[in-house]
Each structure stands twice: as structure tokens, then as C-alpha cells.
């Protein structure tokens, strides 16, 4: 039963959308092997400034509903411009003076119909928005690929969780209020068009592209949370693209180096790929992004056709088996899974014969348009057809209200993007997500040095100086700090080892080589050796800030007394741990994946 409850958070999300977030949490239980998890119910309400709920279905509509404003603008376009409206075009703001001219030249020249940003910092992008858009004719749909927030893509913002971490979570609604901040965040910005969620069901942990980017690997999760995470964004004016169509999962090849090769076929597509698809179709989504994989049981007509270029993949499955009506974007055309086998120009001809309706980063937009032109002129395609998807696309536009476009405001863009409420979402993810493995003989939550000279060892691997953890747990309680970095010498080691043997118990956080999370932490043989015989002689505690599936990685890590996983390094996860391992906070995730025997899914005391 759902129940309501006065002046929470819940009150601020439409019924139906708690229904749709209730019924995809029960179907996901069902196929968990774990109990249900109470809902933790956040008191503190959300109240987005200059906000207006849209309804996800009204996006599917307007962009199959004739409208005055697109007929006006684009009985104003040239056949050719009317192409150009189907390209996204990339823009780095860190990149000076050389791209923003390119940029504009694109703009100007031939009116391309949306920007993706990538890097820069929140002034720098909408600056050049502002200078953008002033230089369009017809407003530009400025989109970026930014699945865990804008601060994936540019300095100087907030930064969400990954995926994975939110597979952790038992409470779908945090998910949702994510990405009403996400929206909020875009349209501070300017931006009307996310690349995300990744609704890819991660069932192959060596895939080198997807991991964790993708919520886990059981399907009905997957949807559960895309869904809460699309409903967020779309309900609050943004457009969401689920990705990447049919199912980039189950892969071994990242498809920006070369083309994945999957020989699986419909039967297993329908029980486990198409899932989060079918579902999100239904419930309104206005994007999905194709991948460029080659599936030679669903198409063989050309050797090596990506499904991006694969009219039996776009048109007959997509479009006319699962009823999508929204918009259809490529992934990135300058991938090498495209341009490894087909030229440019020959590839965007396909990849609209194939039904697309948007192409995103072309590697030359007049070579495309040329290449269009002439298959318009052999009648592979109709000037019709390409006059109907730009109507789509306009209508896209209007739909995130560039009939009304205003600039960016630049004044106090870094405070909007750095919310008291942004952080408190952060904080709830983090503390929601944070799984515990191991607890044997109940070592957490940790009693604190009886006495006062008497010190907790925290080493930290994978780092050369005092972490944000350790700082946290010095808050707590008196530590003695030590660091593994990679690339250390023998003699280090000896001394580190040396030092650590004056401690019995040993709390010992891992950390990759970046702020993502990595598939390969990029230790020696000889570091995660010496981690592993801290394991087997003391009674150690370890963190993981860092991909579950680097567990692996480790031969005794199934030893540990104590075992928690971060999934991330973010500052809100490496403070939830030094909450956890204090007992300040219970332990609320459940590992998405299985990473091996010791450790599957589901698994979290």
C-alpha cells in the first residue's frame, strides 16, 4: 500500500509517478534473491525555483502533433538547412578561440540544429551558449552526454553518482530526485537534451565501455531506476534518451575503438536487452540513442553494419515492433565503430535510410549534407521524409521551450549549481548506496581507541597523500595515516609493512586512478600483494571507493573482517563510509553485480 506523508519529499512527486516508481520496485523484488528493503523517507522537501511539472507522455505527443510555431520556422528553411537541423555538433569550451570559430561557422553556414558540450566550466559553456544561440537563426537543442550530472562533463559543478552506485540503492525515489536536479542544472544552463540514463543491463564484467555505467545487471532494476532517473529529468522540461538501443550490455569491445560483434538473436533480446526499452517507450521517454554494434541475426545485408546503419534495427524493430515515436539519435558518428567500415557521408546517408532521426557528431557536416543530398537526388531517401524529421526535431525544440528561448543568465551560475539541496542529494545517494559485504564477528560499527595515545592505522592504496576519508575518520577518532601509491618502490613497501605491523587491526581504503570509477586499478602485483597479506595477518577493514568488479582483483579480499563498497570516490561516499564504520549510519546497498562467488548480487547485511 502507498502510503503519503505529510511534508516529505514524496509530496513534491506526482502520484503517478510513485505508482510507476512502486510497481517497477515490487515487479524488481520479485526477482531478487534478497528481502525488501524499507523505504527511507527523506523530511527535507525539494522545491525547484521556476519549475513546472510536464507530464513525459505530452513530449511524445508534441513531437507528432502539427504546430503553428514549427510550420513558421520551418517553412523558413532550405531543403539543405532542413538536413542540417538533423545534426548535433560538438563544442569544447577548453578548446579557445580555433573550435568556438568552427563552431559558428557550422551555425552560420549551414544551420546545424544542436550543440554537445564537452569540458569547460559553467561560465565558459554558457557564454559561448549565449554567443551560439545569437548567431542561430533557428534556436539550437544544446544537449550533453551527461549521465551521472553536469559536473561529468565540466569543472566546477556538482558531480552525481554513476550508475552502479545507484544500482545500489533500495530506494528508487532518491534516483528520481536526482534527476530533478539534474534539470534543474541543465536548464540553469541552457540545456534541453541529456544523453542518459544508460539503460544497458551489464551481464558480461569484462565489457571494457559499459560496466559501470550501467545500474546492474538484473533487468527489472535497470528499469526501475532509468525509469525513476528519466521521470526526474522529463518531468522537470528535459528531454531523457535512453541508451544505447538495442543493448550494448553484453560486450567485450568498446565501440568507440572498433565494432562489437554480438551473435545472440531476438529470443534472447526479448527476454533481457529490450526490457528497460519496452518499458521506458511506454512510460514516455523522448529519446533513445542507437549503438553501433553489429548483430548479424538481425542484420547481415552488409558486412560489419553497425545498428545504427541497420534499417531491420531502427525502423523494423525500434520503430515499428516496439512503437518508439520519439526522437532517434545515433551514438557518436566519429566512433570507430563506425568509421572503421563506412566513410563519412556513406554513413549518415545510411544511418537516416536506417530511420534515425537525429545524426550526432558528424566528422564533416558538408560532406554529410553533400553525401544527403545526392541520395535524396537517387531516391534512396525523400526530401519528405527528411522534411518530416525536422519538423520532429523543431517540434523537440519547442517542446523544452525555444519558442521562447531567453539567454543564459550569467550572474551566480556557480552558487544555482552548487544547492544546499544538491548537496543533501548527494549525501542521501551516498548513504543509501553504501554496502557492507563483511562483518564478521560484528568488528563494525568500530569502538573508538580506549586510550588516548592509542592510534587506528588507515592506510590508504592506490594514493600519495592524506585522503578526504581519512580525514573523515581523524574527525572521529585518532588515526595514524599511511599511503600505498601506484608505482612504488620495494623499499616503500618494506617500510610501510614495517610500520603497519605495530597495528593489529588495520582499516585500509582502496582507491583507481581517477575520480571515475575504473575497470583496473592500476596496482602492481607487489601492492595488491602486500593488501592481501595485511588481510590474511590482521584484522583488517577495507573500503572500496572504486568499481565493484575490482573486488576481483585481490585473491584474499573474501578474508576480510570487515568489508564495505563505495562504488565511487566521490567526497559524499568517502564520508558515508567514515559514518558506517562508526556506526553513525546502517548499511542500506545491495551489490548490482556479481563479481564473483564470494560476492554476487544482491549480496549487503
Known amino acids: 500500500m502507498l502510503k503519503v506523508y505529510t511534508g516529505c519529499f514524496l509530496n513534491k512527486i506526482p502520484f503517478r509517478v510513485l505508482l510507476l516508481i512502486s510497481f517497477w520496485g515490487i515487479l524488481a523484488s520479485c526477482e531478487r534473491h534478497r528481502a525488501p528493503h524499507k523505504i527511507v523517507v527523506f523530511k527535507a522537501p525539494v522545491v525547484l525555483p521556476e519549475d513546472t511539472i510536464k507530464y513525459p507522455n505530452a513530449l511524445i505527443t508534441t513531437l507528432n502533433r502539427r504546430n503553428d510555431w514549427v510550420d513558421s520556422v520551418f517553412r523558413t528553411l532550405t531543403p539543405a538547412q532542413r538536413i542540417a537541423q538533423l545534426m548535433i555538433v560538438e ?142 529529468m522529463q518531468e522537470h522540461g528535459i528531454i531523457a534518451t535512453a541508451k544505447h538501443f538495442p543493448g550494448h550490455g553484453d560486450t567485450d569491445v568498446d565501440s568507440h575503438l572498433d565494432l562489437p560483434v554480438i551473435n545472440y538473436g531476438r529470443e534472447r533480446l526479448d527476454t533481457l536487452e529490450l526490457y528497460p526499452f519496452r518499458e521506458l517507450i511506454r512510460s514516455g521517454v523522448g529519446g533513445i540513442m542507437v549503438a553501433h554494434m553489429h548483430l548479424p541475426q538481425l542484420d547481415s545485408s552488409v558486412q560489419n553494419i553497425p545498428t545504427t546503419l541497420s534499417r531491420p534495427v531502427v525502423t523494423h524493430l525500434l520503430k515499428r515492433e516496439l512503437d518508439f515515436s520519439g526522437l532517434i539519435i545515433t551514438d557518436a558518428m566519429v566512433m570507430k565503430g563506425v568509421t572503421k567500415y563506412f566513410k563519412s557521408g556513406e554513413a549518415e546517408v545510411m544511418a537516416l535510410v536506417a530511420g534515425n532521426d537525429i545524426l550526432e557528431r558528424l566528422v564533416s557536416v558538408p560532406v554529410a549534407i553533400k553525401a544527403i543530398q545526392e541520395a535524396i537526388r537517387e531516391g534512396k531517401i525523400s526530401q519528405a521524409e527528411i522534411d518530416r524529421r525536422c519538423k520532429k526535431v523543431l517540434a523537440a525544440k519547442y517542446w523544452v521551450g525555444l519558442n521562447r528561448y531567453k539567454p543564459v543568465p550569467l550572474p551566480n551560475i556557480y552558487q544555482d549549481l552548487h544547492t544546499s539541496r544538491a548537496h543533501e542529494t548527494n549525501r542521501r545517494l551516498a548513504e543509501g548506496a553504501i554496502t557492507m559485504l563483511h562483518n564478521k ?35 572521529r577518532t585518532p588515526i595514524e595515516a599511511f599511503w600505498l601509491p601506484r608505482r612504488s618502490t620495494k623499499k616503500n613497501r618494506d617500510i610501510l609493512t614495517k610500520k603497519l605491523n605495530k597495528h593489529s587491526r588495520v582499516i585500509i581504503a582502496i582507491y583507481g586512478p581517477s575520480i571515475r570509477p575504473s575497470n583496473h586499478l592500476g596496482l602492481s602485483k607487489e601492492e595488491r600483494d602486500l593488501v592481501d597479506k595485511l588481510i590474511r595477518d590482521k584484522q583488517v577493514i577495507v573500503t572500496l571507493f572504486d568499481n565493484a568488479y575490482t573486488l576481483n582483483q585481490f585473491s584474499d579480499m573474501a578474508r576480510t573482517n570487515g568489508l564495505i563498497v563505495g562504488y565511487q570516490q566521490l567526497p559524499a561516499v568517502q564520508e558515508a563510509a567514515a559514518k558506517l564504520i562508526f556506526g553513525e549510519i546502517k548499511p542500506n546497498g545491495k551489490l548490482p553485480v556479481t563479481v564473483n562467488s564470494h560476492f554476487r548480487y544482491g549480496d549487503g547485511l
Open 91 to 232: 563544442a569544447f569550451p577548453n578548446n579557445g578561440k580555433k573550435n568556438e570559430e568552427d563552431v559558428l561557422n557550422l551555425i552560420k553556414r549551414y544551420r546545424v540544429g544542436g550543440i554537445i558540450f564537452f569540458q569547460g566550466g559553467p561560465v565558459r559553456q554558457a557564454k559561448l551558449t549565449n554567443k551560439f544561440q545569437a548567431a542561430s537563426k533557428v534556436p539550437l537543442l544544446i544537449s550533453m552526454d551527461a549521465e551521472s550530472g553536469v559536473g561529468m562533463r565540466m569543472d566546477s559543478a556538482m558531480q552525481y553518482p554513476l550508475p552502479m552506485l545507484l544500482g545500489a540503492i533500495n530506494n528508487d525515489s532518491l534516483i528520481y530526485r536526482m534527476g530533478t536536479e539534474i534539470a534543474y542544472e541543465f536548464k540553469r544552463l541552457g540545456m534541453h537534451l541529456n544523453f542518459a540514463p544508460v539503460v544497458d543491463i551489464n551481464n558480461n564484467p569484462n565489457n571494457p565501455v559499459i560496466s559501470y555505467r550501467s545500474f546492474g545487471e538484473n533487468k527489472k532494476d535497470v528499469t526501475s531506476k532509468s525509469l525513476a532517473y528519466m521521470l526526474g
Open 441 to 475: 564477528r560484528n568488528i563494525l560499527p568500530l569502538e573508538k581507541p580506549k586510550r588516548k595515545k592509542q592510534k587506528i592505522a588507515v592506510l590508504a592504496v592506490g594514493a600519495a597523500r592524506p585522503t578526504f576519508f581519512q580525514r573523515k575518520l581523524a574527525e
